[in-house]
């Protein structure tokens, strides 16, 4: 069966950090790239960005630089490391499998406010 469930969000000032993270199962994970995508209220899901099997990352511009994402295959984990917060990046963030999957998790609640 196959499950995503990602954690580590909360509320933050801008400027500040979170490490999300996002454990799969079912997904043959070391096989395949992992995305993740963020939702804002009364917005469309977007991509925030991937890391491929190999480990190349790719990133939205607005996140370069500023967002980091990593992987571990023993743990079937992904990660994604955010500094320099800002307002714009409020969102629920979720992860998925390249291609993804169906299925959803619950996502995590970032919300980044003075």
């Known amino acids: 069966q196959v499950q995503f469930v990602e954690s580590g969000g909360g509320l933050v000032r801008p400027g500040g950090s979170l490490r999300l993270s996002c454990a799969a199962s079912g997904v043959d994970f070391a096989r395949y790239g992992m995305v993740w995508y963020r939702q804002a209220p009364g917005k469309q899901r977007e991509w925030v960005g991937q890391v491929l099997n190999t480990g190349t990352t790719n990133y939205r511009s607005s996140v370069k630089g500023r967002f980091t994402i990593s992987r571990d295959n023993a743990k079937n984990t992904v990660y994604l490391q955010m500094n320099s917060l800002e307002p714009e990046d409020t969102a629920v963030y979720y992860c998925?499998?390249?291609?993804?999957?169906?299925?959803w998790g619950q996502g995590t609640q970032v919300a980044v406010s003075s």
């Open positions: 998925n499998r390249l291609p993804n999957l169906p299925s």
